[in-house]
Every structure is written in C-alpha cells, then in structure tokens.
C-alpha cells in the first residue's frame, strides 16, 4: 500500500500563488508516475499535471504555463507550484500515484486539499 498526504492548499486571490505538496510513504515498489488531479463542484475528476520518476511532465492545456510540477524521489514528494491563479483553478486538488506492474496498474489516492481563488 501507498500513503499519500497532501498539504498546502489554502485561500488566495486572483493573480496569486500556491505551492501544494504530497508526501507518500509505505511501499514505493513500481511507483512511477505521480501527479495531481482536481475536482471542482458538480464536476469531473480531471488531470492536472504528472510526471515520471525520470522527470517527464504532462499538463492539461488549461494550466499549462501556470503551473509547474516537481518531484523529489529521495524524499517521496511530488510538488504543484500554481502561479497566476485564476477563480476557476478553485476545486479540490486530489494527489495520484500509480503502481506498474506486468500485469497490473493500481492508483493511489490523497484525501485532497482544497484550494480556492477568489476573484
């Protein structure tokens, strides 16, 4: 099994920054690639930005530019830094891990940190 813990979701305005994290422990066997997902009121789960344990990263166009993710593989921790919020960046950032085996691919989930923009 997998923890994930995220922090640093908060209230900010419009134009400001934010910086999430996400520690996991347990068994990081086969754990590639982590990333962040959001969920905002009545709506889908939708990815956010990923990246691979060799550093590759993914984004969704509309935080592309925005928002940078980091990792730190000695340490466990996966990084959001979010810049030039915008009130629809409000929702609840939910941080993703997924196993790889031969044979299988499990997701790990976060209890989410809510982060809300405010214009």
């Known amino acids: 099994q997998v923890q994930l813990v995220e922090s640093g979701g908060g209230l900010v305005q419009a134009g400001g920054s934010l910086r999430l994290s996400c520690a996991a422990s347990g068994s990081m066997f086969g754990i590639n690639t982590m990333g962040w997902y959001r969920q905002a009121p009545g709506k889908q789960r939708e990815l956010v930005a990923t990246i691979t344990r060799g550093g590759s990263t993914n984004y969704a166009d509309s935080v592309e530019g925005r928002f940078t993710i980091s990792r730190d593989n000695a340490k466990n921790t996966v990084y959001l830094q979010m810049n030039s919020l915008k009130p629809e960046d409000t929702a609840v950032y939910y941080c993703?891990?997924?196993?790889?085996?031969?044979?299988?691919?499990?997701?790990?989930w976060g209890q989410g940190t809510q982060v809300t923009v405010s214009s």
């Open positions: 993703n891990a997924k196993r790889f085996t031969i044979a299988t691919m499990s997701d790990y």
